[in-house]
């Protein structure tokens, strides 16, 4: 993405940028990403269509450090129920860490400290009384790698139902086969429900993660580059299965293919540097954004 | 294409080409590695080699000195003698001939110069006697008698009416061992448990109470039972003893002279110099037969050592029992619950160093922890009675299930280590799809983490068993013994006993090769249960070898 070379030349203009900007407080800086790598403040372009939609899941003012390093700055959004929002940027700009945060999967990692909320239909996520386990239940997600247990293609699908103790064989068989269907995998693998999961194609395992994440019917579906490790053939299914979610998930997912935002998400967020920086209807962030950097960055001129 | 009208950017050597290749390194390595097999093949095959081959009958040899003394053994050994020796007389060496002539000779072995030889020959009748005690004979048999009266008269006579009565015979007395061994023993059993009732009773409820009396009729009750049954038994052993007894086998040893053999008092006796192939490999399988199945006779450098089988089968099965959980949920805490600190550091080199401590603390440690401390513990609760009416202790001394606790705080660190690596092979995002389906972390450890690192922990209690099935040192503290021919498992209530004390093949191999009076005789046994030990290891490590490889087959991705 040539993010190294753009980096360097931030770096070179940071000083007298962020000079200037210092010099004169209360003016715009002129160009936002410098202004950001240089650690300013700057309100994130958030359009008025995506304030209207009702949220599933509203991120308030979240900030996250990995021990002294902050990684997310104040992000501030909310997401749509029931549409496709994509969070695009460059590589290390903490899409993953946002993404992880909304499941508190960051919990796990023990330098991990954070303010601010985030609210899923109204109940705050962050709260201690909030029970972790109970919460990642109404949430799926799908990882960059793909991730399959060591168990059969059925066990690794109806993992969530399993732990809740569900036994019954009819629900189960039910939900596999819908799950899998829902995943465009099912015809591969019906003939071979009780083989290892390990043994799919790494496109295969992607899908079968899909799979596993839509099982338990979540309210919010998180896809981090869920297609990073796919052919174009594998790519197009599970792009086809997310327009088939669009309107009944609740889909948040992180890509850095451009095309693929734009084809199949309702709302775009562009973020840099831990900070959101523009939001709207995928439509105009890439027709007629607000924000110049914005165009350079979908546009393929910059990250 | 031209190379050589281009500027050559990167210098090359000869030298820094050939570590490119790795080639030194791939020698180095591979030599490594044919050394250490070349090492372990040469061990392995010395031992079945030798070990296997103890059974084997070997011809036997009249040996005539010069002198007139006769001679009559297998030779075992032969090694030239002093370079100047052989130079002055012609002759290449010495031999050593094991006799078989101990009650005359007081030897089992006895060298012989080549240059004091007069004749050698191979009598066809030459015969092995295995005896029940006293060792082998090696002579010509002569005679079958009864009493006075001669059954058979003659080699080619004698070997015929042995053949058919030699196995009656042999019957009988297994019958009446049996009868002393099981019968009489029970019955034993039985007035021991009336004694321990009365001393319980006198315990419960005072000396001279209601109850003690009542148990002691009820004791006294039993004894006239109990006798009115040895009677019975006496009577049908002395029966089956007065058939053998008359039964005599007269032999001619080397010396000439005629040596009786009570018929029932002969294990086996075979003619090496006449057997066949097929008669050889009879003898050889019936030995085989004998060392697996039956007691140690002798010393135990005869006879069979089926208790140490199943003594050192069961010691590390159960020692597998208890290390194989006890050290799974300690690394389980190590690496899953317990924080990243000092704490946890210091703990981990702490077990590291547990597996670098002298096993024989260990021992002295199970002794002293188990036995005085937890057996006698057991002991004053619910032995009482034996602990006052024998003296003797039950679990507050050596036994089997103290040395397969000793044995499993000693291999706790092997399965601590490997669990631990095990544990940290699994991918973390593993875990954190477990996690983000709502699993808890129990969940996340039992369905993911453990099955997933099941193949490694395999392999940890691998090494254990096979550091345990091998140790001897500790098992000397807490509960081997040279001779313990009662199973901890048999037919008497309740069935179990794990107290008991028990053989083990690898103190066997202590006790048969350094220990024995008779140690030069007993090396060829030593080879053989040195084989068998190692037979049963490989035996209990390819079961657990296969288990793992099914185990991972279905956790190893078949793609790249
Ligand atoms: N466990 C961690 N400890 C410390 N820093 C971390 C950790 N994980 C991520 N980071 C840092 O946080 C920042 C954001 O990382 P993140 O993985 O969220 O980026 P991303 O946008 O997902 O990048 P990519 O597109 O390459 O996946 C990076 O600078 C990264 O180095
Ligand atoms: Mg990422």
Redesign the pocket.
Known sequence: MGSGASMQSVDRARQDIASEAVSRPGEPPQDRLIAVAAGLEVEAEVHDGVLKEPPVLEIDRFNLW??T?Q?LHRITMPIPLNKVTALV?P????????LRSVNRLNDL?Q?VRITGDMRLNGDSIYDPRMDVIELRKRMGMVF?KPNPFPMSIYENVVYSLRIDGETSRGVLDEVCEMSLRGAALWDEVKDRLQDSALGLSGGQQQRLCIARAIAAEPEVLLLD?PCSALDPIATGKVEDLIQELRGRYSVLI?T?NMQQASRSSDYTAFMYL?RLIEYGATTDIFTKPVLRETEAYVTGRFG | MNSESLPRRRARSGHANLTAHGEPWVWLTASSLALAIAMIVGLLSLIAWRGLATFWPVPLELVTLADGRRVFGEVTEREPLEPTTAAIAGHPGRRLVRTGDFDASGNHFEWIDDTLIADISQPEWATVVERLDAGRLHGIPRRLRHGDRVVAEGSVDVGEAFAREHPIARGRLLRAVWIDKHERGELQRQRHAARLAVVQAGLDAGAGSQRQSEAERRERQLAGEIERREQTLDEETAKLRGENAGWVVEFETASGASVPVPLDGIVRAWQPNRLSLAGNLGVYLSRWGEFLGDDPREANSAGGVFPAIWGTVTMTLIMAIFVAPFGVLAALYLREYAGRGPVTTAVRVAINNLAGVPSIVYGAFGLGFFCYVVGAGIDDVFFKASLVADGQPTFGTGGLLWASLTLALLTLPVVIVATEEALSAVPNSMREGSYACGAGKWQTIRRIVLPRALPGIMTGLILAMARGAGEVAPLMLVGVKKLAVELPVDGTFPFVHPEREFMHLAYLIYDVGFQSPNSQAARPMVFTITFLLVAIIALLNVTAIWLRSRLRRRFVSQHF
């Not at chain 1, 700009?93 to 946002?98: E, H, N, Q």
């Open positions: 990995y021990g390093k990684a940027g590589s290390g700009c903490g899409k993953s860490t946002l990692v330098s960059q580059e992180v850095h831990g």
